[in-house]
């Protein structure tokens, strides 16, 4: 699909952007900076906890997440140790400038449930003891797999307050979970959805996918309907991608980029209606809410705003003017290897790998988070933070998108920027299409690894 007469060419699927800047625009920090000065002055009452857990039962097709396959040798054991450690460092590094308080906590990876029961408890305790966040005060989010959403784990989770439990399903047809390179029987994602319903944990999200190999609008509303037979309070609806590295990326397709565009185009507006048609909420491009069901923490779960703690080796952190993290990878072997230097690393009081967000990107990440929001963003909001207006700062990004047929509201100086629904559903262009000349530039000069 192009839209040549305002200049874009534009394939409606880019790159997902769940995070500004991405991680491979990231280059290593002058001088490694204290981490105290960086959240020194920062606002600290309301802050954002993610921990990471880079470890998977097996790795899908089309993952690009830094991640790896088991845990051999003590492994996990060893990076909980780090990650002690490393909240420590964090911990004091936050200083006592101001109150530290956290409003949400989310543990992600990989797969945080791949982890044991007691070593689940162990990371809540990380989390309480050595952070202070009171994780059955706020809301508290997990991602899960079908394989490893065992009672034990769940139970751990629903005693020390999870609120959400995110479990990627990605297809109930199992010919479509293999072509994905996610083999699992569908009477194992049952019982796994029945053990979470069981233990009441307020929020139940399912990941699906489209545009896999062989997936037809018969067989996508199959999932549909299997996952909504659950009555999930959230459901992602992912557009498939075939990124470098990974296991599909090597492998042949029959469809050109054209006709797979297309494919998936046409199964987002066939699963996005039929959600719409059953009592569901357009979010994002990619999540729905069930009516009445109240959000738990940030929508996306996306980990995207100033005053996030990142504790692990595939985490970010993210202050007012920093972003910084460890360094990135898909390839397994150096995975590993990132993995293996993060377990040894006795020092955590420095930040190694990042980037520094100046006014200008700061009003590009606001305007690139709020437009990707269905809700759209209130014109006021972004005056009041940056003493300025986003149709003199975007001017042509604005303009462009309007001609599209993406955007309603640009014309207006009143009001708000709302994503038309061609417009939520191209979020994947239009997302790049904000990125700033100096991010692109970090982006292309990145070396995969």
């Excluded at 920090?29 to 880079?54: F, M, N, Q, T, V």
């Excluded at 202070?132 to 769940?154: C, F, K, M, N, Q």
């Excluded at 990135?328 to 009081?349: L, P, Q, S």
Aim: net charge neutral; charged share 25%; proline share 6%.
């Amino acid at each position: 699909m192009t839209a040549t007469a305002t200049g874009l060419h534009v394939r409606p699927y880019q790159s997902y952007v769940y995070a500004y800047p991405h991680k491979t625009a990231y280059a290593p920090l002058p001088g490694r900076p204290a981490l105290r000065d960086l959240w020194r002055g920062e606002d600290k009452s309301a802050l954002s906890l993610y921990l990471h857990i880079p470890f998977c039962e097996v790795r899908c097709g089309f993952c690009n997440l830094f991640t790896r396959i088991g845990a051999p040798d003590g492994l996990s054991g060893r990076y909980l140790d780090a990650l002690d450690r490393q909240a420590a460092a964090v911990r004091e590094a936050l200083g006592d400038d101001g109150p530290v308080r956290f409003a949400n906590a989310a543990f992600g990876g990989g797969t945080p449930t791949f982890l044991t029961a007691d070593e689940l408890t162990r990371l809540c305790d990380i989390a309480e003891r050595r952070m202070g966040a009171d994780l059955r005060a706020v809301p508290l989010s997990v991602e899960t797999s079908p394989a490893t959403a065992t009672a034990d784990r769940i139970a751990v989770l629903a005693e020390r307050g999870a609120t959400r439990l995110s479990i990627g399903v990605q297809s109930f047809v199992e010919a479509e979970a293999r072509a994905a390179v996610r083999p699992q029987r569908r009477a194992d994602v049952e019982a796994a959805l029945g053990r979470i319903r069981e233990a009441r944990i307020p929020v139940l999200n399912i990941d699906l996918i489209y545009g896999i190999d062989g997936q037809t609008p018969a067989t996508w509303r199959t999932s549909l309907d299997a996952a909504l037979a659950w009555e999930p309070e959230e459901l992602y609806l992912y557009p498939l991608y075939k990124r470098p590295l990974t296991g599909l990326a090597r492998r042949r397709t029959a469809h050109t980029d054209t006709e797979w565009d297309e494919q998936r185009l046409d199964l987002y507006r066939k699963g996005r209606d039929h959600l719409l048609a059953r009592g569901y909420e357009q979010v994002s491009m990619r999540m729905f809410r069930r009516a009445g069901t109240a959000p738990q923490g940030p929508d996306d779960h996306a980990c995207q705003t100033d005053g996030m703690i990142g504790l692990g080796c595939g985490a970010r952190s993210y202050t007012s003017t920093h972003h910084y993290s460890f360094d990135y990878a898909v390839d397994m072997g150096r995975i590993k290897r990132i993995i293996d230097d993060y377990t040894a690393t006795a020092d955590f009081g420095r930040a190694l790998l990042g980037r520094y967000v100046d006014e200008g990107e700061a009003r590009r990440r606001h305007l690139l988070q709020s437009l990707l929001q269905a809700g759209g963003m209130p014109l006021a909001d972004y005056r009041e933070r940056f003493g300025t207006d986003p149709h003199k700062d975007f001017p042509a990004e604005l303009a462009a998108f309007t001609a599209c047929g993406w955007l309603e509201g640009a014309g207006t100086q009143s009001g708000e920027l709302r994503l038309t629904p061609e417009g939520l559903a191209h979020s994947d262009a239009l997302g790049p299409a904000l990125f700033s000349p100096a991010v692109r530039a970090a982006m292309a000069a990145y070396d995969p690894k």
